[in-house]
């Protein structure tokens, strides 16, 4: 059974998804630790309710970020840990954790990457203008969303759309496709080659794909 180490910010609704998927027998996979950079992420509240060991570490108490990394890298090998989860986690992940993980830590970004990386992508996707945004679960490398993608899905972008509400509408996305994610590495699916990622006797459902009818 695949051992999940989960790192969040906030309040961690996508946290919430992979437990439920996890609690639901639909990934066999076990979550072994939450660990949080905010003593008050609400992700806290959800670990505690599901019985999931959770860790506070304070990257202000390291002289570097490396340093900060480095006792993160130290906690989940030493749970045995296989997959890293970024929940809302809001830094850039520093070379000791992505050696200690190569393609084993997990992002997912809400917007058709490779555009709109970084902060705001959903408000970044309405002020451009786009007609058709969505969200990306990708393999984490050094740079800022830019490592290989596992799945993405698309909602429509309408003429009336604020942050808010696109937000919304790709979170409820968000939900399915991190999990989906998941569940195929922890199936041993999914293969890296380059900055394509290949996944075995797969097609993804039609589901992820917009509607151009929708306005939920």
């Known amino acids: 059974m695949l051992k999940i180490g989960v790192l969040a910010s906030g309040r961690g609704s996508n ?28 992700a806290i509240e959800r670990a505690k309710k599901h019985g999931i060991p959770h860790l506070y570490i304070n990257p202000k108490e390291f002289q570097t970020k490396e340093a900060f990394y480095e006792k993160i890298r130290d906690e989940l090998i030493s749970r045995g840990v296989q997959l890293v989860i970024l929940a ?3 830094r850039i992940v520093k070379r000791p954790l992505l050696d200690a993980f190569p393609n084993r830590i997990m ?13 705001h992508g959903q408000k970044q996707a309405v002020d451009y203008g786009v ?22 899905a698309a909602v429509p972008v309408h003429p009336d759309d604020t942050e808010e ?16 994610a998941i569940r195929l590495f922890a199936e041993g699916r999914l293969e890296v080659e380059g900055r394509k990622v290949k996944i ?14 929708m306005r939920e």
């Not at 639901?24 to 609400?42: F, G, S, T």
């Open 107 to 119: 992002n997912i970004h809400p917007a058709l990457l490779p555009s709109f990386p970084g902060l």
């Open 165 to 180: 509400s696109l937000s919304e509408r790709i979170l409820k996305l968000e939900h399915k496709i991190f999990p989906e």
């Open 15 to 42: 946290f919430q998804a992979i437990i439920d998927e996890v609690e639901a027998r639909r990934i066999p996979a076990k979550i072994e630790i939450l660990i949080v950079d905010n003593p008050k992420a609400y």
């Open 131 to 152: 007609r058709i945004s969505g969200c990306t679960v990708h393999f984490v490398d050094e740079g800022v969303d830019t490592g290989p993608i596992i799945i993405q």
């Open 88 to 90: 809302g986690f809001m």
């Open 200 to 213: 075995k006797d797969y097609k993804l459902p039609e589901i992820y794909f917009a509607n151009p009818e």
